[in-house]
């Protein structure tokens, strides 16, 4: 199989993301949500070991349709230096891998998202910020391979604010179960002082 056939197989299955929006949408929220797709499948694709050899994996557009707001996203293979083909389930795995996130934060599940991190909770949160903005609008996650689809997945705004507010107590939990090595401490001696009520404290 030569690299352009391999391309060619990659670009047949496709993240359709559709976005049914009742207000116009706000180009800086489409475009960050955007960004936020493109960084967290950077981001999984690292942390899974998935770039089968290549220099990069990332999402780039395909297509974009008119009617609701539709956008193609299909994995970019850079610096490959074998025939690439395997970076078509990529695409399946991330999209299963968001939803389960997203289930995480509705409180649907326990299991959390694997070495989650507050750049994954901004990234979680900034993908689905135009329709939690949009009250009534909804989003459709689809991986098709021409007609056949292989993964749907749907989320409305109320769901969207809901995870948004689970994202935000995850992200204060992170900040204070995070711990520090190596980090020089003081100690200073409190109980002589006139206001003190306990005796010597970590700085």
């Known amino acids: 199989m030569t690299m352009q056939e391999g391309n060619n197989m990659d670009e047949e299955m496709r993240l359709k993301v559709e976005i049914k929006n009742i207000e116009p949408l706000?180009?800086?929220?489409?475009?960050?949500?955007l960004y936020s797709f493109a960084n967290q499948y950077h981001r999984y694709v690292i942390?899974?070991?998935?770039?089968?050899?290549?220099?990069?994996?990332?999402l780039a557009v395909r297509e974009v349709r008119s009617g609701s707001t539709?956008?193609?996203?299909?994995?970019?293979?850079?610096?490959?230096?074998?025939?690439?083909?395997?970076?078509?389930?990529?695409?399946?795995t991330f999209a299963q891998y968001l939803k389960n996130s997203y289930l995480y934060f509705l409180g649907h599940t326990k299991e959390s998202p694997a070495n989650?991190?507050?750049k994954d909770c901004e990234n979680f949160s900034q993908i689905i910020d135009p329709i939690a903005k949009d009250n009534g609008s909804q989003i459709n996650l689809v991986v098709h391979e021409g007609a056949t689809v292989n993964f749907n997945y749907n989320m409305n705004s109320v769901e969207a604010?809901?995870?948004?507010?689970?994202i935000?107590?995850?992200?204060?939990?992170?900040v204070i179960e995070k711990h520090f090595s190596n980090v020089?401490?003081?100690?200073?001696?409190?109980?002589?002082?006139?206001?003190?009520k306990t005796g010597d404290r970590s700085i």
């Open 26 to 33: 706000d180009l800086m929220s489409l475009t960050t949500s």
């Open 47 to 58: 942390l899974n070991n998935l770039s089968y050899g290549c220099d990069e994996l990332r």
């Open 70 to 92: 539709i956008i193609e996203l299909i994995p970019q293979a850079i610096g490959c230096a074998i025939p690439f083909i395997e970076n078509t389930n990529t695409l399946l």
């Open 116 to 118: 989650l991190e507050n």
């Open 161 to 166: 604010n809901a995870i948004q507010n689970g």
């Open 168 to 174: 935000k107590k995850e992200m204060e939990k992170i």
């Open 184 to 196: 020089p401490m003081r100690w200073h001696q409190i109980k002589n002082e006139s206001m003190a």
